[in-house]
């Protein structure tokens, strides 16, 4: 077994703590590859933000489960080498869907799991997340549950509806599991394609614009467990500058469109302290690859699109630090 301590993580105890009380959320940027987690900890380092790394199942499946060990222990490393005396990285499992799964990360290295047990009953949820709690408390990880569903497709996560979080329900949930931080659904969604035309309203430009996110469930959710914290995932903007260079080099998005950034704003303001983007990435590193591809057609080094990919992302990152989770200078370093 490999403890996240020897890696150089930390959990996300201290993190959410600090986030609560400052009124900002934690980025958690999901990464599958080498110039995702390189663009990350540069824009955390530069902007002196504490950072969560995002692996899901399949991109456990894609880089490895040993090649990410090395990677988590390069990125404290990294973030060293860069200047940062005391990275703050977290190493998080996004969206586990079994103890096993969850196990498995928490003995290589993992300092944080997600175990979605939302899709079950829920007596079978909340057996499910406080046998995970029990084994990674063990282990001083600390654990994130889910309650609600989010519809949209992320990886192997994938539902054509939701349903909002039971307020009522969240006092007993966490009180019976011993989660450290619980997902909620209040109108976010995975992927780039949240919302359908027919849910959206149209601006005078003719844009669409989707259905405000339920900030009335999630006072209710405050309410009923004042001080803890609180996850929103799905939460990407599905940037329309990028959509547009996509679609302008070859791409066919049709329709694709994020959360507002002013209302992740005001989430971040709020008991959310930890908000998860991954589309947003995708999105910004497929845009600069396809405009290499389209205006260098004789490239063929990998470096050569990557290498903007990577600094795109960057850029990305950055300004959802700076701006919308408001994490940017709080002891990153």
Do not use: W
């Given at each position: 077994?490999v403890?996240?301590?020897?890696?150089g993580l930390v959990?996300?105890?201290?993190?959410?703590?600090?986030?609560?009380?400052g009124?900002?959320a934690?980025?958690?940027?999901?990464?599958?590859?080498?110039?995702?987690?390189q663009?990350?900890v540069q824009a955390a380092?530069?902007?002196?933000?504490?950072?969560?790394?995002q692996?899901s199942?399949?991109?456990r499946?894609?880089?490895?489960?040993?090649?990410l060990?090395?990677?988590?222990?390069?990125?404290?490393a990294?973030?060293k080498?860069?200047?940062?005396?005391k990275p703050?990285?977290c190493l998080?499992?996004?969206?586990?869907d079994?103890?096993?799964?969850c196990?498995?990360?928490?003995d290589?290295?993992?300092s944080s799991?997600m175990i979605?047990?939302?899709?079950l009953?829920?007596?079978?949820?909340?057996a499910?997340?406080?046998?995970?709690?029990?084994?990674?408390h063990a282990?001083d990880?600390?654990v994130?549950?889910e309650?609600?569903?989010?519809?949209?497709?992320?990886?192997?996560v994938?539902?054509?509806?939701?349903t909002?979080?039971e307020?009522?329900?969240?006092?007993?949930?966490v009180t019976k599991?011993?989660c450290d931080s619980?997902a909620i659904?209040i109108?976010?969604s995975?992927?780039?394609?949240?919302f359908?035309?027919?849910?959206c309203?149209?601006?005078a430009?003719?844009?669409?614009v989707p259905p405000?996110?339920r900030?009335?469930?999630?006072e209710?959710i405050?309410?009923?467990i004042?001080?803890f914290?609180i996850?929103l995932?799905g939460a990407?903007?599905?940037?329309q500058?990028?959509?547009?260079?996509?679609?302008k080099?070859g791409?066919?998005?049709?329709?694709?469109?994020?959360?507002?950034e002013?209302?992740l704003?005001?989430?971040a303001a709020?008991a959310?302290?930890?908000i998860?983007?991954d589309?947003?990435s995708r999105l910004?590193?497929?845009?600069?690859?396809?405009?290499?591809?389209a205006t260098k057609?004789?490239?063929?080094?990998?470096?050569?699109?990557?290498?903007?990919?990577r600094?795109?992302a960057?850029k990305?990152?950055?300004?959802?630090?700076?701006?919308?989770?408001?994490?940017?200078?709080k002891?990153?370093c």
């Open positions: 077994m403890s996240y301590k020897e890696l959990n996300t105890k201290e993190m959410f703590k600090k986030a609560m009380e009124k900002y934690i980025p958690a940027f999901n990464f599958n590859n080498l110039e995702q987690m663009a990350i380092v530069e902007t002196n933000s504490p950072v969560i790394l692996v199942s399949g991109a499946k894609y880089a490895n489960q040993t090649l060990r090395y990677l988590a222990e390069g990125a404290v990294y973030a080498e860069l200047g940062c005396e703050q990285i998080h499992l996004d969206h586990g079994s103890f096993e799964l196990k498995s990360c928490i290589t290295g993992f799991v979605d047990g939302s899709h009953p829920y007596d079978e949820n909340v499910l997340t406080k046998k995970v709690v029990e084994y990674a282990h990880v600390t994130e549950g309650l609600g569903v989010l519809a949209g497709v992320e990886d192997e994938s539902s054509d509806h939701h909002y979080t307020p009522d329900d969240v006092v007993d949930f599991t011993g619980l659904s109108g976010t995975h992927g780039a394609n949240k359908t035309p027919a849910q309203t149209k601006d430009n003719g844009n669409l405000p996110l900030f009335d469930i999630l209710e405050e309410k009923r004042p001080g914290p996850v995932h990407s903007s599905v940037p500058e990028e959509v547009a260079t996509i679609n080099y791409g066919a998005l049709k329709d694709a469109i994020g959360i507002p002013d209302q704003r005001q989430a709020s959310v302290c930890k998860n983007i589309s947003d910004a590193m497929t845009a600069a690859i396809r405009e290499t591809f057609p004789g490239e063929f080094d990998p470096r050569k699109y990557l290498g903007p990919a600094d795109n960057k990305l990152y950055k300004h959802k630090i700076e701006n919308v989770l408001g994490s940017a200078g002891g990153g």
